[in-house]
Antibody, heavy 121, light 108 residues
Framework: QVQLQESGPGLVKPSETLSLTCTVS????????WSWIRQPPGKGLEWIGY???????NYNPSLRSRVTISVDTSKNQFSLKLSSVTAADTAVYYC???????????????WGQGTLVAVSS | EIVLTQSPGTLSLSPGERATLSCRAS???????LAWYQQKPGQAPRLLIQ???SRATGIPDRFSGSGSGTDFTLTISRLEPEDFAVYYC?????????FGQGARLEIK
């Protein structure tokens, strides 16, 4: 079955750019939409944005000015960049697949295990 | 943006009892694109219900979802010890995709 794994630095300095990659195994990245979601410690879930394997994207307006999501179909990966980070960006970052092919209107399943990124000097 | 409000914030029940969790949307959720997730400490959320009432693969039938429009409910018919967790509703029919603030189901 499809599995997702996030990777990237666990510590980022304020004002720098957070960069994470989600590697998809057990299936192709093609034909699906893929999202990034984050969860600050002890708090709820926030959707960051999604990308289609073709490269089209949609971002949460609250983060749009700082977010870039990209895809590399040759590596079966998609990536997140969040610029100008502050302590408020400290969170567990998850990647997930939308579970309907060709359409963004799918629930999130499966999810990666998540990776904690702390923003601190 | 569709705001989802979950109630109650915390529900204290005993194993074997019935749990009812509510999710109210600030606007109509299109095509019943409403999902429920379960999250345990240190784990990623797990999809339970999609399309307001369809159980995801492998989810026990004690979990059921209902509702449409702006009012949705997750019911757990007979609580098992492993069901005590935090539950989130999510709407994925309108952008931005949004989640409720979460509801904690704790052992009484």
């Amino acid at each position: 079955q499809v599995q997702l794994q996030e990777s990237g630095p666990g510590l980022v300095k304020p004002s720098e750019t957070l960069s994470l990659t989600c590697t998809v195994s057990g299936g192709s990245i093609s034909s699906y939409y893929w999202s990034w979601i984050r969860q600050p410690p002890g708090k709820g879930l926030e959707w960051i944005g999604y990308i289609y394997y073709s490269g089209s994207t949609n971002y949460n307006p609250s983060l749009r000015s700082r977010v870039t999501i990209s895809v590399d179909t040759s590596k079966n990966q998609f990536s997140l960049k969040l610029s100008s980070v502050t302590a408020a960006d400290t969170a567990v970052y998850y990647c997930a697949r939308h579970n309907v092919q060709w359409l963004p209107g799918g629930a999130f399943d499966p999810w990666g295990q998540g990776t904690l990124v702390a923003v601190s000097s | 943006e569709i705001v989802l409000t979950q109630s109650p914030g915390t529900l204290s029940l005993s194993p074997g009892e019935r749990a009812t969790l509510s999710c109210r949307a600030s606007q109509t959720v299109s095509s019943s694109y409403l999902a429920w997730y379960q999250q345990k400490p240190g784990q990623a959320p797990r999809l339970l219900i999609q399309g307001a009432s369809s159980r995801a693969t492998g989810i026990p039938d004690r979990f059921s979802g209902s509702g449409s429009g702006t009012d949705f409910t997750l019911t757990i018919s007979r609580l098992e010890p492993e069901d005590f967790a935090v539950y989130y509703c999510q709407q994925y029919g309108s952008s931005p995709i949004t989640f409720g603030q979460g509801a904690r189901l704790e052992i009484k």
